[in-house]
């Protein structure tokens, strides 16, 4: 392919000044959030209430304030809960962490004036919107295009929804989490049951094909981009344990014969301080043996991941450039910090070039958008940007047309690709 040469970035800062332009402009499919369409309700939470009461800031707030018990706070309203953040991470003291400073990044794409004296502005504000008109204020000013869902079948409060059907805003894409069914199957078979599945905690036929008839009829239900479960630092696949016998004789050959990616994602110590609820998780080094055994004894199977510790990133990236169907997404959760995202992005350009999926925000409150997206742009301007300038340096000057491409691969087309979107 011949290179125009009116197009070519000649210099390292026109390649810099180019990229970010891209970088700005490409719109984002966000793969990983737990945000929902609005036509499911209550589920869709959005507000300055709901940003400020984000489990992040939970988890800060008692650090703050050592004398605070968990239980007293979940007692008081939402509101009194983000009254009770803003004055102790806000006001009392300068709001420099990173999940703080994701609120003032928010109200200042909304041009919401902080106020230390309170959130009223901040609440006035939203209210002069519907769900519908936030939603296309919030994906517009964040350019994101699409995002991904997290739906859950055991969720009493989503699963109605589904079972009614009904049309979703084509923007949010359902993805079927299978936490629940894959980690404590022995425990909803009487749920199971209940929903008309014959199945026991065993490994019989029986349970065998009424177990992947639940997961088909789900895939049906919710058409999911990809099937995902959040997953324990050590999983035993493979063995002779019910849950590897769902990971290979359920889940693998389902999603084989659906054709749909599995999102992994190990690393997560559920309820490190109960009290906290879902500011109490944690986290540790992950065994990743398994995810190499699952890509080489399924090479027809394809598997994205991502991994909680910062510990497991280097190698991850080497498993990654053994296995063709892996893909490493994001910087998770405890990962999604300025100095670990530069640092991990940084090795995987190294390593694997360009298929990876840099990130994905984990949203909780449609707001968020704003400030995961916002904080991930220069990042990801700045290591690419590098990475540009030393080819640059080393004689080959990147066209345009080569830079936006590359850019949509990494904030939208390789995931699009990986999970046969288009
Ligand atoms: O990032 C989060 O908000 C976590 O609480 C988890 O939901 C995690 O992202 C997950 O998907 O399990
Ligand atoms: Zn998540």
Redesign the pocket.
């Known amino acids: 392919m011949s290179i125009e040469p009116g197009c070519s970035l000649r210099t390292e800062a026109e390649v810099r000044a180019y990229l970010g332009e891209a970088v700005a402009r490409t719109p984002i499919v966000d793969l990983?959030t737990?945000l929902y369409a609005p036509c499911f309700r209550d589920l869709l939470l959005y507000g300055v209430d709901e940003l400020v009461t984000?489990?992040?800031l939970i988890a800060e707030v008692h650090r703050a304030d050592p004398t605070l018990r968990p239980a007293a706070f979940y007692a008081l309203s939402k509101q009194q809960q983000a009254d009770l953040i803003w004055k102790t991470l806000f006001v009392d003291r300068l709001p420099v962490s990173e999940a703080c400073r994701g609120i003032i990044t928010v109200f200042g794409k909304l041009g919401i004036e902080p106020d230390r004296d309170g959130l009223d502005n901040a609440r006035a504000f939203t209210a002069q919107f519907t769900p519908e008109q936030y939603v296309d204020k919030i994906l517009g000013l964040a350019n994101v295009s699409s995002v991904v869902m997290?739906n859950d079948p055991f969720d009493e409060m989503e699963r109605p929804i589904w079972v009614a059907g009904g049309d979703i805003d084509p923007r949010f894409l359902p993805a079927l989490?299978i936490?629940t069914f894959l980690l404590r199957f022995a425990e909803v078979v009487p749920k199971l049951q209940l929903w008309g599945y014959q199945v026991a905690a065993d490994t019989s036929t029986q349970t065998l094909s009424e177990a992947r008839r639940f997961l088909t009829d789900w895939i049906d239900i919710m058409q999911p981009v990809y099937l995902?479960a959040?997953m324990p630092p050590q999983f035993p696949v493979p063995s002779d344990t019910l849950q590897s016998w769902l990971t290979e004789q359920v889940i693998v050959p389902v999603c084989r014969e659906r054709n749909l990616p599995w999102a992994v994602?190990p690393g997560?110590r559920r309820a490190l301080n109960p009290a906290l609820g879902?500011a109490g998780?944690g986290l540790a080094t992950s065994d990743l043996r398994w995810i190499e055994y699952l890509c080489a004894t399924y090479p027809e199977n394809r598997f994205m991941i991502t991994v909680l510790a910062r510990e497991n990133q280097h190698e991850l990236c080497i498993i990654a450039r053994k296995f063709g169907n892996l893909l490493p997404f994001g910087c998770?959760?405890?990962l999604?910090n300025p100095s670990l995202i530069e640092e991990m992005t940084r090795m995987r350009f190294e390593l694997l070039g360009l298929s990876h999926i840099p990130q994905h925000s984990?949203?909780?409150i449609l707001d968020q958008l704003l400030y995961k997206w916002e904080h991930f742009r220069p990042i990801l301007t700045r290591v690419m940007g590098d990475k540009l300038a030393d080819l640059v340096h080393a004689g080959w000057q990147p066209t345009k047309a080569e830079v936006d491409r590359d850019v949509e691969r990494l904030l939208a087309g390789n995931f699009k690709a990986f999970a046969g979107l288009d």
């Open positions: 990983h737990h984000y489990h992040y997290t989490r936490d995902a959040s994602m997560v879902q998780d998770w959760w405890f999604n984990d949203c909780r």
